[in-house]
């Protein structure tokens, strides 16, 4: 199975807009469950945002709540996440992950589902 593959990263200024991609093969997009995640050095790996299947639901993360959006076109087999209004703390390795599931959920943001199968990330680092 290839692995999902992040395109969109890069240098943007405090308060741009950056639209990170995701595209899947290898798995059935549609009957997987999504999400975003962030790393920065010495820190954990954190959930930013997650869909479901359907797009029935979503969950993002407090600090990006109102300037993040997830969405999803399963036509495509591609996840996308606009990143509005950014700053300086919203630098990290974005990541995407796909949690193939029968049931349509936001879990591998909660925790309560570990993520199957990760992107190998994109650099996003915003200049203030």
């Known amino acids: 199975q290839l692995p999902p593959v992040e395109s969109g990263g890069g240098l943007v200024q405090a308060g741009g807009s950056v639209r990170l991609s995701c595209t899947v093969s290898?798995?059935?997009?549609?009957?997987?469950?999504m999400g975003w995640f962030r790393q920065t050095p010495g820190k954990e790996r954190e959930g930013v945002s997650c869909i479901s299947k359907t797009s029935q639901t979503t969950h993002y993360t407090d600090s990006v709540k109102g300037r993040f959006t997830i969405s999803r076109d399963n036509a495509k087999n591609t996840l996308y996440l606009q990143m509005d209004d950014l700053k300086a703390e919203d630098s990290a390795i974005y990541y995407c992950?796909?949690?193939?599931?029968?049931?349509?959920?936001?879990?591998?943001?909660?925790?309560?589902?570990?993520?199957?199968?990760w992107g190998q990330g994109t650099q996003v680092t915003v200049s203030s």
């Open positions: 290898g798995l059935r997009f549609d009957g997987a469950n």
């Open positions: 992950a796909a949690d193939p599931s029968a049931f349509g959920s936001v879990a591998i943001c909660l925790g309560t589902r570990t993520v199957s199968h």
